[in-house]
């Protein structure tokens, strides 16, 4: 299995009063982001952001677009706001699709005024430029991914989120001592982020926030060692 594991303290971290980031591949240039030439995609993920805002955070309204964003709500209440008035608040393992298309200004709010909300953003590059703009939310209960790998979000699977790539963003809720695997077509590859717990990949142990690049390997198969939430970019290379 061709893996590239990246550690959590390897990842570009930035941490200011209302927020903290750990950003996995380099968009843009401080305070908006960070570059560096060799770590900017896979294939057409461009951005894996996991970010924490405190309690009554707000990423203020910015604008987006030619972007397919995926946004998974690690922990608090995650709150979409944008120009259209579209919104919704994603709890714990809900996830949002939005297709940005031809422009959109949008803000991320920590719902919650009492507790620090972390999410993952996913930003895809689309199959083509200027697509109509649009936003959908899913609810998903745990017992849904517990011990195997569930799709949210999908240009095949009729049950996932719509995304207009040829991607897929699946997540696990993996009970110690047990298994999953994910299939991987040819000419795709992985991007698997331990969100909590210890996975065992192939020959590698990671641990919460540690990330790992996966290409060249039919099937994507994970063990945990301990409870674990994981979230995976399956992506054409």
């Not at 299995?1 to 209302?18: G, S, T, Y």
């Not at 294939?43 to 604008?63: E, I, Q, S, Y």
């Not at 430029?129 to 569930?150: A, H, I, M, W, Y």
Request: charged share 25%; aromatic share 8%; hydrophobic share 35%.
């Amino acid at each position: 299995m061709a893996i590239q594991v990246r550690k959590k303290d390897e990842i570009f971290h930035i941490k200011e009063d209302w927020f903290e980031g750990y950003w996995h591949f380099s968009f843009g240039s401080p305070p908006q982001g960070y570059y560096d030439p060799d770590n900017t995609n896979l294939g057409t993920l461009r951005v894996h952001n996991v970010d924490t805002l405190v309690p009554g955070g707000v990423w203020p309204m910015h604008p987006h677009r030619d972007i397919e964003v995926i946004t998974y709500c690690l922990d608090g209440e995650f709150q979409h706001a944008d120009e259209n008035g579209k919104g919704g608040v994603l709890y714990k393992g809900d996830v949002q699709h939005t297709t940005v298309g031809k422009g959109m200004f949008h803000e991320e709010i920590n719902h919650r005024q009492d507790v620090p909300m972390t999410f993952l953003q996913i930003w895809i590059i689309p199959r083509e430029r200027g697509l109509t703009p649009s936003v959908q939310n899913r609810s998903v209960d745990e017992k849904e991914r517990l011990n195997r790998f569930l799709t949210l979000v999908s240009n095949k699977n009729p049950d996932a989120l719509p995304i207009a790539q040829d991607a897929e963003f699946v997540v696990s809720s993996l009970q110690s001592g047990k298994a999953a695997s994910h299939e991987l077509d040819e000419g795709y590859g992985a991007y698997l982020y331990v969100a909590s717990g210890q996975i065992r990949l192939g020959e590698h142990t990671l641990s919460e926030g540690d990330a790992a690049k996966i290409v060249d390997e039919p099937t994507v198969t994970v063990e945990a060692s301990q409870d674990s939430e994981l979230a995976m970019v399956v992506v054409r290379l």
